[in-house]
């Protein structure tokens, strides 16, 4: 199965995530193009992705949304790190993990 992203673009779309994440926990993958690890733990989710978790995950390119990158740091409290997870529930970070941390199941264990 294929994963199926939600691009992670613009600083407007993390008050749609804060409302999305009232009913359902999401995801935000914050990879970094010019790194092997962050390459390794993004393959590593996309082998294990199943599609019917009940988590929406989205993809954030770090590279070329430092913006938004930043913002996350801002509105969310959490130190940058790449690659990093945060899970989303209620508008709040509930849960964060980077480099080799990131594990699949630890994440769908945050689902609805």
Known sequence: MTMNWNKLNSINQLDQIDTES????????????RCNISAMALSRMERKWQGDEKIKPYYLDLIAHRDVSGEIVRRYGVEHESPQVLIIKNGQCIYTASHSSIVYEDITGFAA
Do not use: G, N
């Not at 359902?24 to 193009?33: G, N």
């Open 22 to 33: 009232k009913t359902v926990p999401v995801m935000i993958l914050k990879h970094s193009t």
